[in-house]
Nanobody, 125 residues
Framework: QVHLVESGGGSVQAGGSLRLSCVAS????????LAWFRQAPGEGREGVSV???????VYADSVKGRFTITQDNAKNTMYLQMDNLRPEDTAMYYC???????????????????WGQGTQVTVSS
């Protein structure tokens, strides 16, 4: 498993921006997926975006065109730039890692075996 630590959450008004960061401990495999999930109160955990080590990214339809996932492999750090935030983006955001042996692009929480502690994002109207 990988130790993950998120940062960068906060409170903003609708239309604002935030950038989340996720620092990962050293990976033992060269093939893995890094993803962002979110969970609003009373809701299930949903995939927001995922990136492979090679830089291929997938986004949930609800955030396409507004969120951008990137990574700095040298620093084992992943980022989520969130622009034009909406009140419905309010949630606890988690970064997660999955081994390359699964289809991490599906963004199914059960495929991910390493999770950060979460960082809260609150968007007011």
């Amino acid at each position: 498993q990988v130790h993950l630590v998120e940062s960068g959450g906060g409170s903003v008004q609708a239309g604002g921006s935030l950038r989340l960061s996720c620092v990962a401990s050293e990976f033992t495999s060269r093939r893995y997926y890094l993803a962002w999930f979110r969970q609003a109160p009373g809701e299930g955990r949903e995939g927001v975006s995922v990136i492979t080590r090679g830089g291929y990214a997938v986004y949930a339809d609800s955030v396409k065109g507004r969120f951008t996932i990137t990574q700095d492999n040298a620093k084992n750090t992943m980022y989520l730039q969130m622009d034009n935030l909406r009140p419905e983006d309010t949630a606890m955001y988690y970064c997660a890692a999955a081994a390359g042996s699964v289809d991490g692009l599906r963004m199914s929480p059960t495929d991910y075996n390493s999770w950060g502690q979460g960082t809260q994002v609150t968007v007011s109207s």
